[in-house]
């Protein structure tokens, strides 16, 4: 390689960096605005924005308790899920739109790691040896399995104007050519998408994140015997992965604002933009949740077939366009 | 002598001192033998890394038929297979020193594994179709008595066995009428002269189908998979990983070889039946994989699914390739032979490991197992390792396969052809919906039985295995990392085997599909990975020094965790969602069993359920086929009632007959 590919492959390493920081900072001012919104439409005062923030250093100040008989995953889960999520939002484009030449932010690259993460979760989650983390577990596995072919299809979906799967590659394709975002077919796969990311992150209508009711969890259940630290980093991890994912569907919405060159003003300018699209996402996410119930787990299925035919109709409306 | 031929005249020799440690008494046969069996393997594994490499050699062993001798010819396509079942062999010879014992580790049974490892080097190695033929009826016999090992004891043994037999020869059978039917029509028997044929013609397409269905049934592609999860399950664990990690591979090498070599470029139908039949299998496979609670079994159904991905690969390569989108064609081929060599990896490894399951607790049942972690920490990391591979995660081959082959469809946009147009979507939605029914099938696997607290008391006594049991599961779990790190040398060897460009090696070992426009390289996402790894997992260190150490409390589980094990959630369990969301399609029967307090109708004294799921095939497809056979089998014995008089009646009806034909 010669010289200034050295230098750019170095700046774009420095931007996407910068871009987890950043990432890392949003991620629990998006959940406290998630639940801030769905508070102050509900008539509560609500604990404030900060609040994740103020509940990650309590639980760090707390003393780790392990359930007795389980294993190193008990430890070794929230710090994978953790790291995935964090490499999510280096190679995810948010901030700005670049990739590294062997690192491209290909989508089933993306969608593997996002995997990684659930599957550390599920491992956690089965390593506690109650009969809650198995149900949570096998739960969050099934609802996995079934979202698979939806993001699949929306991703051949969305890589087909542009021929490629490489996430900022069809961000900018769509910032350049506004008329594909409004197409049918562009539409149709955001929606789906937008599915998948509520049974991905664990939202309504697929889990409550607020539940108490044991016999209804998900997520919950399968955290249920972590405590303290390894609790944080479950949360940080869980919440950054929401932040991320909001941020993906913010950017293929709105691709503008987006840097796509490597200089301080585009970057600071791409910070904004994300911060605004997240923080929208999140107070409309907010919002949306207090007119939705959640659905009985046999339902949910159901939920994501309609989603697996959009994307399939996305698919279908690509091909008529193209 | 080429280097070729002299690996192929080490094989024969090696095999025959193999033979001759079997036959050795007492403890000693197990080190000798199996030492002799690896190293026949990995004369075979050499032997095929040079054919690959592009060295050629022929072997002619004449007979006393009246026929042209034996060839023995590999070509590069045929060394990868070779190299494959090779090094699938080593693997499973040395982990028998260890494992083999009692009825497993008979004479006999060491005989047959040296004879299995032979017929299975020198199917890819043959050159026509007389000695192909007689490799492949080699190594299905051989495997057969590998499956009867545990015959006397165990009767489930003797009928996968009678199972496993039958099917394996209508396979021969259907593979000797197909090439039948080309030597028939081209007048030779050398797989050379075979390739005149045109493969446009009436005769061709029937030789494919005929061929296709004989490959078919030796992969273990539905319908014809019935044999696999009767036989992985019985057969001993090294035997298992054999014929999973390297024996079905066959099949697909003898569809390869119809659909390369022999009849390259036939109508766009022989595709789209492969991918019809390989996108069912892969669904078909998981879906049973994913609701199984003996892990053998469980392992069996995934080899379908497996296999039913690399026959989808291969069908779209043949889809594509005939409507022109020549980049896209060889990135399927390309992820056809990844999925060939990441499947044997990481099944043969899973195939041990849960032989070391067995062998380290006496179970098989998931349901049963559980906290294996604590006791056989090299097992579970192996086991691991083999379990991402077949989830197809990172960084592990079985990833660098499926990514291929989603880079392959995606690229694949002609929306000009309506075949192509449609094929495409949904074979995508059947991979995707096999690979995330993959996840929650070895996310079970894994997390039922090496997490949690034991469920049996076999699981609570459970051992480690023996170091030869651990160096053939670390060398497995090694090479499932190492072919998922450097996936670019090994897909442009793949890519010479197949005789097809586009793909080139970037950065440290990374994969670059030139033809679609497509990089993956799994170094630099790992030090990427690491480069946001490495803070936080400093912080996590940092703070766990300074912060409150943890402390060990008896679990919480809502206040019910302090009651047995049983209360935990087991293999059933865990499914039990995708068993009513499939319930159509796996039609699992229940039954409740409600015995009632005698004083009160009111209170229920036991409850006992019970849940079994079939085959739906095998059900209803073979149960009938089998009852049609024995009703036919029963009107037949009629004729026979022993009495002297009817038979010599018979023998003079012949004799009449005989005269008639000859008269005539």
Redesign the interface.
């Known amino acids: 390689m010669t010289d200034v590919t050295w230098t750019t492959t170095a700046l774009t390493?420095v931007v996407?960096?910068a871009q987890?920081v950043v990432m890392v900072a949003l991620a629990p001012l998006v959940a406290g605005l998630t639940r801030q919104t769905r508070a102050r439409i509900e008539g509560r005062a609500g604990p404030g924005v900060l609040q994740p923030w103020r509940d990650v250093r309590k639980l760090?100040?707390?003393?780790?308790?392990?359930?007795?008989?389980?294993?190193?995953?008990t430890?070794a889960g929230p710090?994978v899920l953790?790291?995935s999520s964090?490499?999510l939002?280096?190679?995810v484009p948010l901030v700005a739109a670049v990739s590294?030449?062997?690192?491209?932010d290909?989508l089933?690259?993306v969608v593997?790691?996002l995997?990684?993460g659930?599957?550390a979760l599920?491992?956690l989650g089965?390593?506690?040896?109650?009969?809650?983390?198995?149900?949570g577990?096998?739960?969050h596995?099934?609802i996995?399995?079934?979202?698979?072919?939806t993001?699949?299809?929306a991703?051949?979906a969305l890589?087909?104007p542009v021929?490629?799967?490489t996430l900022s590659l069809i961000v900018t394709e769509r910032r350049d050519d506004p008329a594909s975002i409004a197409s049918p077919a562009g539409v149709l796969a955001v929606v789906a998408l937008v599915v998948v990311v509520l049974a991905e992150t664990g939202r309504l209508p697929v889990d409550n994140p607020a539940t108490h009711l044991?016999l209804t969890m998900v997520h919950e259940a399968m955290v249920?015997?972590t405590s303290?630290?390894d609790l944080a980093?479950v949360e940080v991890g869980s919440w950054l992965r929401l932040a991320v994912l909001l941020g993906l569907v913010g950017n293929l919405v709105l691709p503008w604002g987006v840097a796509t060159e490597l200089s301080v003003p585009a970057v600071l300018l791409g910070v904004v933009a994300i911060g605004a699209k997240v923080a929208v996402a999140a107070a409309l996410l907010g919002a949306a949740e207090v007119g939705l119930a959640k659905l009985r787990?046999?339902r949910v299925?159901e939920l994501l077939a309609g989603s697996?035919v959009l994307a399939?109709l996305a698919?279908t409306a690509s091909?008529l366009v193209? | 002598m080429t280097p070729v031929v002299a690996g192929l005249a080490a094989e024969g020799a090696l095999a025959v001192v193999a033979l001759l440690a079997a036959l050795l008494p007492g403890r000693r046969r197990n080190l000798l033998a199996g030492t002799a069996c690896a190293a026949l393997a990995a004369a075979g594994a050499v032997t095929g890394a040079l054919a690959l490499a592009g060295g050629t050699g022929v072997v002619r062993i004449p007979t006393a038929l009246p026929l042209p001798p034996l060839t023995l010819a590999p070509d590069a396509l045929g060394g990868l297979f070779i190299l494959v079942a090779g090094a699938v062999g080593v693997l499973a010879s040395v982990y028998a020193i260890g494992y083999a014992h009692g009825a497993s580790a008979s004479r006999t049974q060491w005989a047959a594994l040296a004879v299995f490892l032979l017929g299975l080097q020198a199917v890819p190695a043959a050159a026509d179709l007389v000695s192909f033929l007689l490799a492949w009826e080699l190594m299905a016999a051989a495997s057969a008595v590998l499956v009867l090992a545990d015959q006397a004891r165990n009767p489930q043994a003797r009928r996968a066995a009678t199972w496993y037999t039958v099917m394996t020869h209508v396979s021969f059978l259907l593979v000797l009428a197909g090439f039948a039917v080309l030597a028939g029509t081209t007048g030779g028997t050398a797989f050379d002269v075979l390739a005149t044929a045109d493969p446009t013609s009436a005769a061709a397409g029937v030789a494919f189908a005929l061929l296709a269905l004989g490959f078919a049934a030796k992969a273990g592609v539905i319908p014809l998979h019935v044999w696999l999860p009767l036989a992985h399950p019985e057969a001993p664990s090294h035997a298992s990983a054999l014929m999973s990690g390297a024996m079905v591979k066959m099949g697909g090498y003898g569809l390869l070889l119809v659909t390369l070599r022999l009849l390259p470029g036939g109508p766009t139908w022989w595709a789209v039946a492969l991918v019809a039949l390989g996108a069912a299998s892969a669904l078909f496979g998981i879906l049973q994989a994913?609701v199984a609670t003996d892990v053998k079994r469980l392992l069996a159904y995934s080899t379908t699914e497996n296999v039913g991905l690399i026959v989808l690969a291969l069908g779209v390569a043949l889809l594509l390739r005939g409507h022109h989108a020549p980049g896209a064609a060889s990135a399927a081929l390309v992820a056809c032979l990844l999925l060939v060599v990441s499947h044997a990896a990481f099944k043969a490894t899973l195939f041990l490991g849960a032989g070391s399951i067995l062998h380290g607790t006496g179970e098989r049942n998931l349901d049963r197992l559980?906290?294996l972690?604590?006791e056989m920490p090299w097992t579970a990391a192996a086991f691991g390792v083999a379990c991402l591979g077949a989830?197809?995660?990172?960084v592990t081959a079985g990833?660098v396969a499926e990514?291929t082959l989603?880079?392959a469809?995606?690229?694949a946009?002609r929306?000009s052809d309506a075949l192509v147009?449609v094929a495409?979507?949904v074979a995508?939605?059947v991979?995707?919906?096999t690979?995330?029914?993959a996840?929650?099938t070895f996310?079970?696997a894994?997390?039922?039985a090496?997490?949690?607290?034991p469920r049996s008391v076999g699981a609570l006594a459970a051992h480690e295995s023996p170091a030869s049991m651990r160096a053939a599961l670390l060398l497995g779990a090694g090479a499932v990392v190492a072919l998922g790190l450097a996936p670019g040398p090994v897909a442009e060897v793949l890519a010479g085997a197949a005789d097809v460009g586009g793909v080139e090696a970037?950065?440290l070992a990374?994969l670059s599909l030139t033809g679609v426009?497509?990089?993956?390289?799994p170094v630099?996402?790992l030090a990427?990975?690491a480069?946001?790894?490495i803070p936080?997992?400093g912080l996590?260190i940092t703070?766990?020094r300074r912060?409150?150490?943890?402390?060990?409390?008896?679990?919480?589980?809502?206040g019910?965790?302090r009651t047995s094990?049983r209360?935990?959630?087991?293999a059933t369990?865990?499914?039990?969602?995708?068993m009513?969301?499939f319930d159509d399609a796996l039609q699992p029967t229940r039954d409740v069993e409600v015995t009632h307090v005698a004083e009160s109708r009111y209170m229920a004294e036991r409850v006992r359920y019970l849940q079994r799921v079939e085959d739906v095939i095998e059900v209803r497809l073979y149960r009938p086929l089998v009852a049609a056979a024995d009703a036919v089998a029963d009107r037949a014995r009629r004729v026979q009632n022993g009495s002297i008089h009817r038979y010599l009646a018979f023998s003079f009806a012949a004799l009449v007959v005989v005269l008639l034909v000859v008269a005539t």
Do not use: N
Request: positive net charge; aromatic residues 10%; hydrophobic residues 60%.
């Open positions: 390493l996407l960096l987890v760090l100040a707390k003393r780790p308790i392990r359930a007795a008989g389980t294993s190193w995953v430890v710090v953790l790291v964090l490499l939002a280096a190679l590294l030449p062997l690192v491209p290909d089933f690259v593997s790691v995997l990684l659930t599957v599920a491992l089965l390593d506690s040896g109650s009969a809650f983390g198995g149900m577990s096998s739960r596995m099934t996995a399995a079934l979202v698979e072919p993001v699949l299809v991703v051949y890589s087909i021929g490629s799967s044991e249920l015997e303290g630290r980093w787990l046999f299925p697996f399939f698919v091909y193209a | 994913s559980g906290g972690v604590r989830a197809a995660l990172p990833f990514w989603l880079q469809l995606i690229h946009v929306p147009a495409v979507p995508l939605a991979i995707a919906l690979a995330g029914l996840l929650v996310v079970k894994y997390g039922i090496f997490l949690a607290r970037v950065g990374g426009d497509a990089v993956l390289d630099a996402l990427l990975a480069l946001v790894a936080a997992v996590v703070l766990g912060l409150p150490a943890r402390r060990e409390a008896l679990g919480w589980g809502c019910a965790a094990p209360m935990q959630y087991t369990s865990y499914a039990e969602p995708l009513r969301i």
